[in-house]
């Protein structure tokens, strides 16, 4: 009978760094590059007109706050498991070799719901700021080849075209390799850093500027209150929510916590790292810290310029909610800004669904290379070194649901993906402390018991704060991940059938 709880012994993950074909290209700054391109990107340019509406108002920069504090502690135990475990396959990596199969199992099924979901959100947002895009030149597009069938008021067939496209295209891109794609993501890594930048000085300035935008004392303006009252909103869904207050804080925070992913894609591509021991740790603090301060500042500017309760789709700037950030200039009437904005955010979104799916692939190869999926999906091809097969199933399934499916529902079940793969990796961090206390490690996590039970407390603070639509959806892919182990992964894990493995 199979052993649900058998680990991996840290020397098969030493035989696996031997014997990998994928190719060593990664140093530190390529690393905390692709780490900047998740990162930057799924909040700033996606969540922040989500986030101010649907939950903190101009608070939103507290909820990133809370986020990012909550990311530390992830992060800190995920640079400690990199400078043991320096191979593909992220979190369930970790946890295979420290707390069990099943454990890594499910830390795995939770990643695939992450990348997969991130990327799908994020090319669903592209498709507004190309939409916005291409209006700078006189070009519309009709609204059934833009929107979901949920978010389309006409009649008759829709479907959202430009994220269709925008998949398959970085689908081609990847398969072509690593190298290629990692030199395309740090020209754009650099573009939309510098857009950012320009976001927060031109944003602060108008703020500062304007009186008719900047809180003084003597009138309600749009800082003032900072924390709204709590209060009722009609979400997605068309249910009406609590939103706002400390409460809407906490749900902001967990709603865009999918932005900070990008730390775990960094771990993702251990495999190709130079240096993975002393790289990764670096680049996963690194990438978390930049980003977090970026956030911060980019959600005060957007709710100086652009009162929250603009952001409903339902008012008088309906799009607003797709392409919050160049919305928010032009109606502080800077057009040449919002144009400047809307290039930028065109052209760096597309780094983040890259990242997103390269770090979805290389979760493929982890799996696959220890039975649990479908070997085809990780296999890689003679020529580019790429699992071109996986990649190539995972743009179709992306590609097809970014077409059909609204970004609010995308988005919550993206950060359920991510917040419960933090938790375990707090909780595998502390296992491995206790079982193995005398294990070679180059980064390790300080304080680390005040550390994993402030992480994994928080995180599933976040988890119980996010829509119950998501919840409900997410309930539903972890049975469906129990199922597919019991009748697949178990039957056909090299651990636990070593015979089969031989024969393989």
Same mark, same amino acid.
């Given at each position: 009978?199979?052993?649900?709880?058998?680990?991996?012994?840290?020397?098969?993950?030493?035989?696996?760094?031997?014997?990998?074909?994928?190719?060593?290209?990664?140093?530190?700054?390529?690393?905390?590059?692709?780490?900047?391109?998740? $990162? /930057?990107?799924?909040? !700033?340019?996606? %969540?922040?007109?989500? &986030?101010?509406?649907?939950? #903190? *108002?101009?608070?939103?920069? +507290?909820?990133?706050?809370?986020?990012?504090?909550?990311?530390?502690?992830?992060?800190?135990?995920?640079?400690?498991?990199?400078?043991?475990?320096?191979?593909?396959?992220?979190?369930?990596?970790?946890?295979?070799?420290?707390?069990?199969?099943?454990?890594?199992?499910?830390?795995?099924?939770?990643?695939?719901?992450?990348?997969?979901?991130?990327?799908?959100?994020?090319?669903?947002?592209?498709?507004?700021?190309?939409?916005?895009?291409?209006?700078?030149?006189?070009?519309?597009?009709?609204?059934?080849?833009?929107?979901?069938?949920?978010?389309?008021?006409?009649?008759?067939?829709?479907?959202?075209?430009?994220?269709? $496209? /925008?998949?398959?295209? !970085?689908?081609? %891109?990847?398969?072509? &390799?690593?190298?290629?794609? #990692? *030199?395309?993501?740090?020209? +754009?890594?650099?573009?939309?850093?510098?857009?950012?930048?320009?976001?927060?000085?031109?944003?602060?300035?108008?703020?500062?500027?304007?009186?008719?935008?900047?809180?003084?004392?003597?009138?309600?303006?749009?800082?003032?209150?900072?924390?709204?009252?709590?209060?009722?909103?009609?979400?997605?869904?068309?249910?009406?929510?609590?939103?706002?207050?400390?409460?809407?804080?906490?749900?902001?925070?967990?709603?865009?916590?999918?932005?900070?992913?990008?730390?775990?894609?960094?771990?993702?591509?251990?495999?190709?790292?130079?240096?993975?021991?002393?790289?990764?740790?670096?680049?996963?603090?690194?990438?978390?810290?930049?980003?977090?301060?970026?956030? !911060?500042?980019?959600?005060?500017?957007?709710?100086?310029?652009?009162?929250?309760?603009?952001?409903?789709?339902?008012?008088?700037?309906?799009?607003?909610?797709?392409?919050?950030?160049?919305?928010?200039?032009?109606?502080?009437?800077?057009?040449?800004?919002?144009?400047?904005?809307?290039?930028?955010?065109?052209?760096?979104?597309?780094?983040?669904?890259?990242?997103?799916?390269?770090?979805?692939?290389?979760?493929?190869?982890?799996?696959?290379?220890?039975?649990?999926?479908?070997?085809?999906?990780?296999?890689?091809?003679?020529?580019?070194?790429?699992?071109?097969?996986?990649?190539?199933?995972?743009?179709?399934?992306?590609?097809?649901?970014?077409?059909?499916?609204?970004?609010?529902?995308?988005?919550?079940?993206?950060?359920?993906?991510?917040?419960?793969?933090?938790?375990?990796?707090?909780?595998?961090?502390?296992?491995?402390?206790?079982?193995?206390?005398?294990?070679?490690?180059?980064?390790?996590?300080?304080?680390?018991?005040?550390?994993?039970?402030?992480?994994?407390?928080?995180?599933?603070?976040?988890?119980?704060?996010?829509?119950?639509?998501?919840?409900?959806?997410?309930?539903?892919?972890?049975?469906?991940?129990?199922?597919?182990?019991?009748?697949?992964?178990?039957?056909?894990?090299?651990?636990?059938?070593?015979?089969?493995?031989?024969?393989?």
């Amino acid at each position: 009978m199979s052993n649900i709880w058998i680990k991996k012994p840290l020397s098969a993950y030493e035989a696996d760094m031997k014997k990998s074909q994928l190719k060593r290209v990664l140093g530190k700054w390529s690393l905390t590059a692709i780490g900047v391109g998740a $990162i /930057i990107g799924g909040g !700033i340019f996606v %969540l922040t007109g989500t &986030g101010a509406y649907y939950h #903190a *108002g101009p608070a939103l920069a +507290i909820s990133f706050i809370v986020a990012g504090i909550a990311c530390v502690f992830a992060a800190l135990c995920y640079a400690e498991f990199a400078s043991i475990i320096p191979v593909e396959g992220s979190a369930y990596a970790y946890a295979y070799g420290t707390v069990g199969e099943i454990f890594a199992w499910a830390m795995g099924w939770c990643l695939i719901l992450e990348y997969a979901m991130a990327s799908m959100a994020v090319s669903v947002s592209w498709s507004g700021y190309f939409n916005k895009f291409l209006k700078i030149f006189g070009v519309h597009l009709p609204a059934w080849l833009t929107s979901d069938p949920s978010s389309y008021t006409g009649e008759g067939f829709s479907m959202n075209l430009p994220a269709f $496209i /925008i998949v398959l295209l !970085i689908t081609a %891109l990847l398969v072509k &390799g690593t190298k290629e794609a #990692a *030199g395309a993501n740090n020209l +754009i890594v650099i573009m939309k850093t510098s857009a950012v930048i320009f976001v927060i000085i031109a944003g602060a300035y108008i703020v500062f500027t304007n009186t008719d935008l900047y809180t003084t004392v003597d009138g309600v303006k749009n800082w003032k209150p900072f924390i709204p009252a709590e209060t009722l909103v009609k979400n997605p869904e068309g249910d009406m929510v609590s939103a706002y207050g400390v409460k809407g804080i906490i749900s902001g925070a967990a709603a865009i916590f999918f932005a900070y992913i990008g730390f775990d894609a960094v771990s993702t591509q251990a495999g190709e790292a130079i240096n993975p021991k002393k790289d990764v740790p670096f680049a996963i603090i690194t990438s978390l810290l930049i980003c977090t301060a970026l956030y !911060i500042c980019v959600s005060l500017v957007l709710t100086g310029m652009m009162h929250y309760t603009d952001f409903n789709p339902e008012g008088k700037f309906p799009e607003a909610i797709k392409a919050p950030v160049a919305y928010a200039f032009e109606i502080a009437g800077y057009h040449w800004a919002s144009n400047i904005v809307t290039i930028a955010a065109t052209v760096g979104l597309i780094s983040v669904i890259m990242v997103m799916m390269m770090g979805q692939s290389r979760i493929f190869i982890g799996m696959s290379k220890d039975g649990l999926i479908p070997k085809f999906l990780g296999e890689l091809h003679p020529k580019t070194k790429t699992p071109a097969k996986g990649i190539i199933l995972l743009g179709l399934v992306v590609a097809f649901i970014a077409a059909f499916t609204p970004i609010s529902t995308l988005a919550d079940m993206t950060s359920f993906g991510t917040l419960f793969a933090f938790t375990l990796v707090c909780i595998a961090v502390w296992v491995m402390r206790k079982k193995e206390p005398n294990l070679e490690r180059s980064f390790k996590v300080p304080a680390y018991k005040i550390v994993v039970a402030l992480g994994v407390f928080i995180n599933l603070y976040l988890i119980l704060n996010l829509s119950a639509h998501a919840l409900e959806l997410s309930a539903g892919w972890l049975v469906l991940g129990v199922l597919v182990y019991m009748f697949y992964g178990r039957k056909n894990s090299h651990l636990n059938n070593p015979h089969k493995n031989t024969e393989n």
